[in-house]
């Protein structure tokens, strides 16, 4: 099974994909996740991508299409994209490679949730620096301040979270990503469910618009 999650950013397409990666023996590919891991390791691609990511633009589509295929060209099991396609032209370079590999999209789901609500998050959100576990200090706060439940290490804002960028992140997506809604939603595997519930009902009902039983 191949599955795309779409939303704004903040919607929890991250905290929806790291559940359903494990329930449903997935790789989740977060086209973000891996861009901040080549700009740490300092790579020629993670060098190209610092000054967009840190501006709240998108990477071009040309990089982030190497990149995948670079990375997922011999992966055998299905693929849980959370990030991408954030283009109409990457959702059409991603037919092409499937349908190059035999195979295809088995479901789009839409997490649908206000703008004001996903301002709000991604202005409380926390990321831990050791694995990637996403908190929010108001709704998710970790047991002990500032330090991740999981694996000890300090949370942190992330850079593309701060307040300045965060609004020409969302105006990115209604420009560049809400087009993507009309270029699936025809298409019968297109499913929405209501981003603003808890992470473990957001979960839950995904999983039943799947007909997966938790
Ligand atoms: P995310 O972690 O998904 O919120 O992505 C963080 C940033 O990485 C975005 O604001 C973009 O700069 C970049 N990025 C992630 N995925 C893509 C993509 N599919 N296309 C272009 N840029 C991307």
């Known amino acids: 099974m191949n599955i795309i999650l779409l939303g704004y950013p903040g919607s929890g397409k991250g905290t929806l994909a790291k559940d359903l990666s494990k329930t449903l023996d997935m790789v989740h590919v977060s086209t973000g996740d891996i861009l901040r891991d080549e700009m740490a390791k300092k790579t020629p691609l993670g060098t190209e991508a610092t000054s967009y990511m840190a501006g709240g633009r998108l990477v071009p589509d040309r990089l982030v299409m190497d990149m995948l295929k670079a990375r997922l060209g011999t992966e055998s099991r299905g693929l849980l994209f959370d990030g991408f396609p954030r283009t109409v032209a990457q959702a059409e370079a991603l037919d092409a490679w499937f349908a190059s590999r035999g195979q295809e999209i088995d479901a789009v789901v839409f997490l649908n949730v206000a703008e004001s609500v996903v301002m709000a ?82 979960t839950r009902d995904v999983l039943g618009l799947l007909r997966v039983k938790p």
């Open 121 to 202: 998050r991604l202005g409380s959100r926390r990321t831990c620096t050791g694995c990637g576990k996403i908190y929010n200090v108001v709704s998710n706060p970790p047991a002990k301040e500032g330090v991740c439940d999981v694996c000890g290490k300090p949370l942190a804002t992330r850079e593309d979270d701060k307040v300045e960028v965060i609004t020409r992140r969302i105006q990115v997506y209604k420009d560049q990503t809400e087009p993507l809604l009309a270029y699936y939603r025809a298409s019968a595997n297109f499913l929405e469910a209501d981003g603003g519930k808890t992470p473990d009902a957001v």
